[in-house]
């Protein structure tokens, strides 16, 4: 059996180092750092150093769009950038009317989302495509594309694109007037097909403003102005189906010269050769067999060209 004197002893060093322990545990919690099972497990707050980044407006990068990759004044206002192992960059674009990207290709695609305004987009080679407020393009990688604002309105679109190497996009050359127009380049249709001027180049004159600007200089504003300018660009619909609804009429009234410059423009907006042939061929049990046959021998002129 221990002496009272041991005993004793014992249960002084055992309450000594439950002092000592408490006064450490108190420490700890006045210094933020107490040790707790929480603390120590793996679901524990990480350390400062990872954090939610939260940038506000006014700390974003806002810059202008470099003359050698865009016609035109664009505005680019910085929303991400990759950050390893991250390779996601992005910023919101505005383009003021007319202006518009230079031809250009995405290692890994792109994906552009239409926040405002009216835009257009094409792929090399493809139809041009009209875009709007909520309207999402995605462009696949290495494919050669451009895209911008229509003349007479702005457009905001936001630009998403991944990063391969460090890089995310490879400029190419610039716009033609005709391209920007939606002419093709070298095609007779561009000698007959009404566009308008761009902001980009002023001096160059419309169609209209070349076929009658001279002897009938309002009718050809107004044609620039209200019917191209305005009753072309109304949402209500896409220039596929207005151009599908004016070859139609052209063809019931019989108008060949007006239908020449129209199946050229159709082709522009999206429409194929033989849906145009198609609509030719109804046309006739509703206008008249006459009138399908000269908008028949018209499409073959206007197809056969060059």
Known sequence: MKSVAATFATMSAAMVAAVVLSLSACAQTRTGVAMTPAALSSTAAPPSSTVVNLTRREERAVFDGSPDNFTGRVRVEMLLTAHSPDRTSGGSVTFEPGAHTAWHTHPLGQTLIVTSGVGRVQFWGGPMREMRLGDVVWIPANVKHWHG???????TH??????LDGQSVAWLEKLSVAQYAGTPEGAAAAATAVTMPTPANPAQ???????FGDVAPGLAQLTDDVLFGNVWMRPGLSKRDRSLITVSALVAMNRPDQLRSHLALAQQNGLTQEELVEAITHLAFYAGWPSAVSGALVAKEVFKAP
Do not use: D, G, N
């Open 149 to 155: 604002a229509v003349p007479k309105t702005s457009m």
């Open 158 to 163: 936001i630009a998403i694109a991944e990063q």
């Open 205 to 211: 004159p419309s169609r209209a403003q070349q076929l």
